[in-house]
């Protein structure tokens, strides 16, 4: 059985007295939650959401990480530092990084066994653009996104492993993907993981994301494959946040 994870992934949002109030306000709003609760902070706001969630149910999670675990990187973060901080989660690959900043497959993965080597667990993205959904190619760019990005990685690993199935066209906009349409593509990132580990396939917990709200997670929640989400913009909203960790409370 797995358990359902929510992640709010902050994206550039937050002081650090920012984030420890919404820490504050969001401490009591999922203290009984079923799902894991995950927040994602910048960098800078990560000492003071570890503090403000200490002795909460709330994990922290960092939104990048650099492979190597020291050297002379000017403006990285390493896996050891983010350790130190109290982390427990690091989502790589976010389409942001990969739009952006010129994360690809390759870098996906060194930056996944940089995760495992000092035991962060990673949240992976992949998702297709509005073109290549459109061009028909959803389910092999997700599948090169899956096998390149773990690749090396055991099954041993992999069941700690948590994957972000976020459609790009999907992120900011307000657009959704149905239930059906995610099911369908996580449905099949699983039977690819399948193809790679086996039965841990089956333990695997995967996450949609894009304009997750309060009103349409429990349609998603509903999908068979479906473990949980990423959500951005309704994660820095408390009362948001919490209507979608508690999406079984109704
Ligand atoms: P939104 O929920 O704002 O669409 O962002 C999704 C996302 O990118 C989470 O990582």
């Known amino acids: 059985m797995r358990r359902p994870i929510v992640a709010g992934n902050w994206k550039m949002h937050n002081t650090t007295v920012e984030a420890r109030d919404l ?27 570890v503090n403000a969630a200490s002795g909460s149910n709330i994990s922290v999670g960092a939104q990048d990480l650099f492979w190597e675990d020291k050297g002379a990187y000017t403006g990285e973060v390493s896996g ?42 990673p949240i992976v993205c992949v998702g297709e653009t509005l073109a290549e959904r459109e061009a028909g190619h959803t389910l092999e760019v997700v599948s090169r996104q899956v096998r390149e990005g773990l690749k090396g990685l ?28 995610a099911q369908e593509v996580i449905a099949f990132i699983r039977k690819t993981l399948g193809e790679m580990y086996g039965e841990t396939a089956a333990a695997i917990r995967i996450q949609y994301g894009g304009s ?11 999908q ?23 999406y079984d409370e109704k």
């Open 23 to 49: 820490v504050t306000l969001l401490r009591p709003l999922v203290g009984t939650a079923r799902a894991e609760v995950v927040v994602c902070p910048p960098f800078t706001a990560i000492a003071a959401t």
């Open 80 to 121: 050891p530092m983010l350790r130190d901080l109290g982390c427990r989660y690091v989502i790589i690959g976010h389409s942001e990084r990969r739009q952006y900043f010129g994360e690809t497959d390759a870098t996906v993965n060194k930056k996944l066994l940089a995760a495992y080597r000092n035991k962060l667990l």
């Open 154 to 181: 055991e099954s041993g690993q992999a069941r700690d492993l948590v994957v972000a199935y976020e459609p790009v066209w999907a992120i900011g906009t307000g657009k959704t993907a149905t239930a059906a349409d």
């Open 212 to 222: 997750v709200r309060p009103e349409n997670i429990a349609e998603l929640m509903a």
């Open 224 to 246: 068979p494959d479906i473990d949980g989400a990423l959500v951005g913009g309704a994660s820095l909203d408390a009362v948001s946040f919490a209507a979608i960790v508690n």
